[in-house]
Nanobody, 124 residues
Framework: QVQLAESGGGLVQAGGSLRLSCAAS????????MGWFRQAPGKEREFVAA????????YYTDSVKGRFTISRDDAKNTVYLVMNSLKPEDTAVYYC?????????????????WGQGTQVTVSS
């Protein structure tokens, strides 16, 4: 079992930046592919970004391409999501997730472990 804890959320103005962190504990972090999802009020949780176990492959949903960057630091057991040029529509609770597979996944069903989420609010 791996435990995940997100941090780094907050209130930011449109056009600003935030860096989310997700610290993992309990199992060998390098065995897990990681993903970020988000859930806006009244909406379904949606995929944002994913990175594979080696860190050599990433994937993003279209709405964040060119603005968000996912990365990982296995020495720190942490995955990051750097968010630039934030928009009000990026407002959501952001969750990190882990899957013990060499393959990327872009659906919730592809992940076995979830954090509690961190709130990101972008004001206009």
């Amino acid at each position: 079992q791996v435990q995940l804890a997100e941090s780094g959320g907050g209130l930011v103005q449109a056009g600003g930046s935030l860096r989310l962190s997700c610290a993992a504990s309990g199992r060998t972090f390098s065995n897990y592919g990681m993903g970020w999802f988000r859930q806006a009020p009244g909406k379904e949780r949606e995929f944002v970004a994913a990175i594979n176990r080696s860190g050599g492959r990433t994937y993003y949903t279209d709405s964040v391409k060119g603005r968000f960057t996912i990365s990982r630091d296995d020495a720190k057991n942490t995955v990051y999501l750097v968010m630039n040029s934030l928009k009000p529509e990026d407002t959501a609770v952001y969750y990190c997730a882990a899957r013990q597979s060499i393959l990327l996944a872009i659906t919730e069903a592809g992940y076995d472990h979830w954090g509690q989420g961190t709130q990101v609010t972008v004001s206009s």
